[in-house]
C-alpha cells in the first residue's frame, strides 16, 4: 500500500490556476509546488497557503500511509480532520468545543443516515434475490 494526500481547492478563486490564462503560470507552479512538497511527505502536519490574491487557496492534510484510516469533515469553509489521535483534532476540541460539538454531531447524524442507507440497500438487494429464485423457480418448473 501506498501513502495517500488530501488536498482541498476553496474554488471561489480556482480561475487563479486556469492554464488557459498565460497570467497564471506562477500561480500554477506554486499551487503545484505546495501539492508536490506535501505528497513526497514533508514533515507537514498540514498546511494552508495563499495563491495568487486569495490568502488561503489551498490546504493540503498530511500525507498518511493507506493503513492510517482518518475522517475529514468539510464544515463551511473549512476542512477538518477528525481523528481521536490527531492532535489537530484534540486541539480543537479542547480550543473550540462549540465547533467540536458541531462537527461530532455532523459526523453522528451522517453515519445514522448511512445506516440507515446501508439497511435499506441490503433489504432491495434480498427482495431481488427472493424474487430471482422465484422465477427461476417457474420457469424450472414449466
Not at 480556482?14 to 506562477?26: A, H
Not at 465547533?99 to 445506516?115: G, R, T, V
Request: charged share 30%.
Amino acid at each position: 500500500m501506498g501513502y495517500l494526500t488530501t488536498v482541498t481547492i476553496y474554488n471561489d478563486d480556482v480561475d487563479m490556476i486556469n492554464p488557459e490564462k498565460e497570467s497564471n503560470l506562477n500561480n500554477i507552479k506554486k499551487f503545484a509546488q505546495v501539492v508536490y512538497k506535501a505528497a513526497c511527505g514533508s514533515d507537514l502536519n498540514s498546511l494552508s497557503t495563499s495563491v495568487g490574491n486569495c490568502s488561503n487557496f489551498v490546504t493540503v492534510q498530511k500525507t498518511r500511509h493507506a493503513d492510517d484510516h482518518t475522517i475529514y469533515v468539510h464544515m463551511g469553509n473549512t476542512v477538518v480532520e477528525m481523528n481521536p489521535y490527531s492532535e489537530k483534532t484534540q486541539k480543537i476540541i479542547q480550543k473550540n468545543p462549540e465547533f467540536a460539538d458541531k462537527l461530532i454531531s455532523f459526523m453522528d447524524q451522517e453515519l445514522k443516515e448511512l445506516k440507515k442507507l446501508q439497511k435499506a440497500m441490503k433489504a432491495e438487494k434480498k427482495s431481488q434475490e427472493k424474487l430471482k429464485k422465484e422465477l427461476k423457480k417457474k420457469l424450472d418448473n414449466k
